[in-house]
């Protein structure tokens, strides 16, 4: 069997066109478009260039976009008085704040100070509250699980009375994934197992799975053994295994793989996402859905 391809990229690229189009039809009717405010503290490269990311995405939809940088020095008091500042701003209707923060700043403290209903990454204790609780509560799903879902979705594979495995229980992928697809409703309605470390044997668990969701960070950790034939793979692990030199910019360049073998894997599965270009490019349009979502609740349409 040879896997079909479950490319973030192009997916990407619809639900942006698909964006893009509901900004410029809120606009002519409402006169207001989705703003989104992210806050970076201190030069660390990899940030600056994820944050410079979501702006220039934004900006390509027509949203208002803010990149607010501040010094690495910034006290956590007024960095609170500038979350404050936004959490009023009623042009602003996601507010972002980029981890990590200087060791100075308490992380906690400043993510749960974002006004939970303009708290577009899902990360507030009310948005997890609200994501289990599901249904029309769960506003804001955090980005990284929603770009999974919504793959899965436009994969046309059946999730209603489905073996789903997750291999991994991070707050950020596993457990809010989990979550999402044991919901009553569509595009979930399936039956949940989540593994970790201390599951006893994850071959067992992995092999009955008609969706299989690696988010482990173990580069190669699933075999393609532990597949089922027809099994739809969800490969979010990002591991670097090395470097090498691209022929195209001469720049040296991280060598990624997932937690999949993937060659091997796509022989065996019936749908397969590659790493890169993935779930990946995903996260990025789920973080501009929750922010035209936000618009949406607070227009009430
Ligand atoms: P994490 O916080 O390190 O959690 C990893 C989870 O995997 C833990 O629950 C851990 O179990 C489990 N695990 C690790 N080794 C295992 C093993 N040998 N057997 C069974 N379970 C094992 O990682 P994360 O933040 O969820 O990220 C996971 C991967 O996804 C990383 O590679 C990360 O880079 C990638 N990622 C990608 C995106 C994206 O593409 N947009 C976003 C987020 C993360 P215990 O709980 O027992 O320790």
Redesign the pocket.
Known sequence: MSAILLNGTEIRKEILAEIQQEVESIKAAHGVVPGLVTILVGSNAASLSYVSLKVKTAHSLGFKEIQDNQPDDISEAALLALLAKYQQDESIHGILVQLPLPSHINEKVVLNAIDPNKDVDGFHPVNVGRLVIGGTEAIFPPC?PA?IQEMIRRSGVETRGAEVVV????N???KPIANMLLQKGPGANATVTV?????RD?AAHCQRADILIV????PG?VKPEWIKPGACVID????RVGETVSPTTGRTVAILRG?VDFDEASKIAGFITPVPGG??P??IAMLMRNTLNSLKFKLGI
């Open positions: 990284t770009g291999v991994g229980r991070s950020i992928v596993g593994v970790h470390t201390a599951t994850l988010a482990a960070g173990v950790l979010v692990g990002v591991n937690d779930v990946g995903m996260t």
